[in-house]
């Protein structure tokens, strides 16, 4: 029994071909999921801005070698990841002692210090989205291509780069840090 056919690749390998519009369809679909994706990695709209624009100009580069070997959104999202985290490593900030706690001292009390009072759904969803930026890279990628992009853990690996078992440890990392900042 044969895989099923990735409609998305079919138009990949259409626009190969020269097909304009199968390459416009592709954009069409998958904007919003990679500018989003891109969004709630970054946080710079400037920033996510040139890294959209950047991965659609390496699929426009890589039409003509372009091979589907997995679902072309797996793929779109690797080339992202990828441009992501150079983009992360040439801004790391380096504080010294005397910055990281000058920093720490500026830290607001933490929410469970706080009268409690009842959330609106829109303060919770603003809540999970601070703890999900709170994360540590890896981890916050991971989980917004679960979260988000519903992949599987092989998907995220292959995405990622990463051995299955070390996202699922990201995604475990992850959602028990997600718990302990929503029982704050």
């Given at each position: 029994?044969?895989?099923p056919?990735d409609?998305?690749?079919?138009?990949?390998l259409?626009?190969a071909?020269?097909?304009?519009?199968a390459?416009?369809?592709l954009?069409a679909k998958?904007?919003?999921?990679?500018?989003r994706?891109?969004?709630?990695?970054?946080?710079?709209?400037?920033?996510t801005?040139?890294?959209?624009?950047?991965?659609?100009?390496?699929v426009?580069?890589?039409?003509?070698?372009?091979?589907?070997?997995a679902?072309?959104s797996?793929?779109l999202?690797?080339?992202?990841?990828?441009?992501?985290?150079?983009?992360?490593r040439?801004?790391?900030p380096?504080?010294?002692?005397?910055?990281?706690?000058?920093?720490?001292?500026?830290?607001?009390?933490?929410?469970?210090?706080?009268?409690?009072h009842?959330?609106?759904d829109f303060?919770r969803?603003?809540?999970l989205?601070?703890?999900?930026?709170?994360?540590p890279?890896?981890?916050r990628t991971?989980i917004?291509l679960?979260?988000?992009?519903?992949?599987s853990?092989e998907?995220?690996?292959?995405?990622?780069?990463?051995?299955?078992e070390?996202v699922?440890?990201?995604l475990?990392?992850a959602?028990t840090?997600?718990?302990?900042?929503?029982?704050?």
């Open positions: 029994m044969d895989a056919v409609p998305d690749a079919m138009l990949m259409a626009y071909r020269g097909d304009l519009a390459f416009e369809a954009y998958h904007r919003g999921t990679l500018y994706f891109l969004l709630r990695s970054l946080r710079d709209p400037q920033r801005d040139e890294l959209f624009q950047e991965t659609w100009s390496r426009i580069a890589a039409r003509v070698r372009y091979q589907p070997q679902k072309f797996t793929w999202l690797q080339i992202a990841h990828n441009l992501l985290v150079d983009a992360l040439r801004q790391r380096t504080a010294d002692g005397e910055e990281a706690e000058l920093a720490l001292s500026c830290v607001a009390i933490p929410e469970h210090e706080q009268p409690e009842a959330w609106s303060e969803r603003r809540h989205q601070r703890a999900i930026e709170q994360l890279d890896e981890q991971a917004l679960r979260l988000e992009q519903e992949l853990l998907e995220i690996a292959e995405v990622t780069g990463s051995g299955r070390t699922k440890s990201r475990r990392y959602m840090r997600l718990r302990e900042a929503l029982s704050e």
